[in-house]
């Protein structure tokens, strides 16, 4: 539940409705309508199964023109809250900047609304936890919007994740394993296009802009142009740089691939660039994650530093190694992983979710060990130093420093408690 600045308490909003019929269309409503907004409203206008019903956004004109483009039957807001009051909402999308992201799935959760979250989860690793609590206290389902664990070719490496979870459970490449991403398997981090500015002069709010509920839990700063557009990521009060964008899409397969739903590294080391700064997001090089067994993951920037991973394998055991493209090239293990069964079967239709009341593939609870992943390595480079992470109690062992990382506070009045 959430304290807010207005009378309405989250969990006050809505009580949860019970699960449409097979033939009832859902009903959807979206908070954020920029260029990923735009993207899910065109996924619920292309669903047969969907409707929209509400669209949300601070800034008037997306409104106005998003409701040009989808028709009389769907309501504009400004205030997510007065959707939430207002319309019958089966599932939110919330596609929203990251630090908005604790508190929007956390109200339309509370509000009895099945969730379809944009990632990264959170802006922190606290929050996850939040959003977790608040699923399971609603019955809801949720989903986190990455989707390679589950299908399509898993970026650059030219292989969707299954033949890979095959390989390792058959135990053909040993264990431990280390795991490596950089742009040489088709990652680009875009840090060069997520960094933020110093010394921008404030300027003019623009009319028809809410400045204030943009902001919303984040600390006040004088508007400009370049915090609140895109580059948004490129500071630490809303986002953490290209990692925080574009992490979860890299490390959520990983997670899944060395079978660590329910656990996180233990040891996380970065170089980087020393000191960061305190606002503004800046470039790294490498980052280095150990998990308790010994299996490592090598984050590669190829922006800054010595490149430590070019030539090197994708997967890596003292029994095997696998490289880009390994299905299509001739070898033993591209030939050993067609004869091996298939992983077991995911929920990958989130309308099958929504009726059936059973998990999305991506949920809140593996979805947050992933989201983890991203802040355990923004944490380690931004303090500098090799950091030890307690992954049950989710806190870093004897660094206070580092764990105000973990939980931060927000701008009065809102606060997750």
Not at 4 to 11: D, H, I, P, Q, Y
Not at 48 to 75: F, I, N, Y
Not at 239 to 255: F, I, K, N, R, T
Not at 266 to 281: G, K, L, R
Request: net charge neutral; proline share 7%.
């Amino acid at each position: 539940m959430t304290k807010t600045r207005s009378s309405k308490g989250a969990g006050g909003i809505q009580p949860a409705r019970i699960p449409r019929g097979a033939n009832d269309k859902i009903n959807h409503a979206i908070i954020g309508l920029g260029v990923m907004g735009q993207g899910h409203v065109q996924y619920v206008l292309d669903d047969p199964q969907a409707r929209l019903v509400g669209v949300c956004d601070v800034m008037q004109s997306r409104v106005a023109e998003t409701l040009e483009k989808v028709g009389k039957d769907c309501r504009g807001y400004r205030d997510f809250r007065d959707m939430l009051n207002s319309e019958s909402i089966d599932v939110v999308h919330v596609v929203t900047p990251p630090h908005w992201h604790a508190l929007h799935n956390i109200y339309a959760l509370s509000a009895g609304c099945d969730v379809w979250a944009e990632k990264p989860m959170t802006r922190t690793i606290s929050e996850g936890t939040y959003i977790a609590a608040a699923v399971k206290l609603n019955s809801r389902v949720f989903r986190l919007n990455t989707w390679f664990r589950m299908h399509s070719p898993f970026y650059g490496l030219g292989t969707a994740v299954a033949p890979l979870k095959k390989l390792i459970q058959s135990g053909a490449l040993g264990w431990p394993l280390t795991v490596r991403i950089s742009a040489h398997t088709g990652f680009s981090w875009k840090a060069s296009m997520w960094m933020g500015k110093l010394g921008l002069a404030p300027e003019p709010v623009p009319d028809g802009f809410d400045y204030d509920l943009w902001l919303g839990p984040a600390p006040y700063r004088p508007y400009t142009s370049h915090r609140v557009s895109g580059s948004f990521r490129g500071y630490w009060d809303y986002d953490g740089g290209g990692l925080a964008d574009m992490g979860q899409h890299y490390l959520d397969p990983v997670q899944y691939l060395l079978d660590k739903d329910d656990t996180s590294p233990v040891e996380i080391e970065a170089n980087a660039p020393w000191p960061q700064h305190p606002d503004v997001v800046g470039i790294w090089g490498q980052v280095y994650m150990k998990y308790a067994d010994g299996c490592k993951i090598i984050l590669e920037s190829c922006e800054w530093g010595k490149d430590e991973t070019e030539g090197k394998p994708f997967i890596e055991g003292p029994n095997g190694k696998v490289f880009k493209n390994f299905h299509t090239e001739p070898g033993y293990l591209a030939e050993l992983a067609k004869t091996l069964p298939d992983p077991e079967p995911q929920i990958s239709d989130f309308n099958v979710s929504i009726r059936t009341r059973k998990k999305f593939a991506l949920n809140e609870d593996n979805g947050n060990r992933s989201n983890i992943l991203v802040h355990l390595a923004n944490c380690a480079i931004r303090t500098g130093r090799k950091l030890y992470f307690d992954p049950v109690e989710l806190r870093f062992m004897d660094d206070e420093e580092a764990n105000q990382l973990v939980e931060q506070p927000m701008r009065a009045p809102w606060v997750l408690f």
